[in-house]
């Protein structure tokens, strides 16, 4: 199985799931796509690298839209 890093602010309820390589320094955002806010009941962006590979998802309104389990062990920001 593999890990996937999770980080998450519950002072503003934001989480983002990074999908490359935790060995390999933070690859650039090249291009970021907000999903449709209605579509999904909220605010969900995709963040792309340079070769069009999602990298990672933003999650505002975290809590109801990620699972619990995900938010407890998610590496806390503000605390």
């Known amino acids: 199985m593999t890990a996937v890093r999770v980080t998450y602010d519950d002072v503003v309820d934001a989480a983002y ?4 390589d935790p060995q390999v320094a ?3 955002v090249a291009r970021m796509y907000p999903c449709d806010p209605i579509e ?5 962006n995709l ?3 340079e070769d069009g590979r999602v ?3 933003e999650t505002l309104g975290a809590k109801s839209k ?6 407890e062990s998610a590496e806390m920001l503000n605390g």
């Open 17 to 20: 799931v990074y999908l490359s």
């Open 26 to 28: 933070r690859p650039r």
């Open 40 to 44: 999904v009941d909220g605010m969900i």
């Open 47 to 49: 963040d792309f690298d």
């Open 55 to 57: 990298i990672g998802i």
């Open 66 to 71: 990620l699972p619990k389990y995900l938010l």
